[in-house]
């Protein structure tokens, strides 16, 4: 069975950064594309940055220059290293990979705080 465990979320003051990761486990040949996506309460679920095998990036425009998405292929995980957080990234972060014969996966979300 494949799935993706995320880890790295917590409670940071404005300014700071945290780093997430995404890791896929089971029996996986590739995976053709992760992303991390979040929702803050009362908010529809809405991209953060995806990422293709080849290492091609793509960013919300709420987060250029800020959060940086990267993978390690051989290991199956997605980081997405977040810094100058603003209390507005505050949300559930979610992990996606796109699997082939799995499909569409998602993680089961860590929270993430940004104090004022």
């Known amino acids: 069975q494949v799935q993706l465990v995320e880890s790295g979320g917590g409670l940071v003051q404005a300014g700071g950064s945290l780093r997430l990761s995404c890791a896929a486990s089971?029996?996986?040949?590739?995976?053709?594309?992760m992303g991390w996506y979040r929702q803050a309460p009362g908010k529809q679920r809405e991209l953060v940055a995806t990422i293709i095998s080849g290492g091609v990036t793509n960013y919300a425009d709420s987060v250029k220059g800020r959060f940086t998405i990267s993978r390690d292929n051989a290991k199956n995980t997605a980081y997405l290293q977040m810094n100058s957080l603003k209390p507005e990234d505050t949300a559930v972060y979610y992990c996606?990979?796109?699997?082939?014969?799995?499909?569409?996966?998602w993680g089961q979300g860590t929270q993430v705080t940004v104090s004022s």
């Open positions: 089971g029996s996986i040949f590739s995976i053709p594309r």
């Open positions: 996606n990979a796109l699997i082939p014969t799995v499909g569409s996966l």
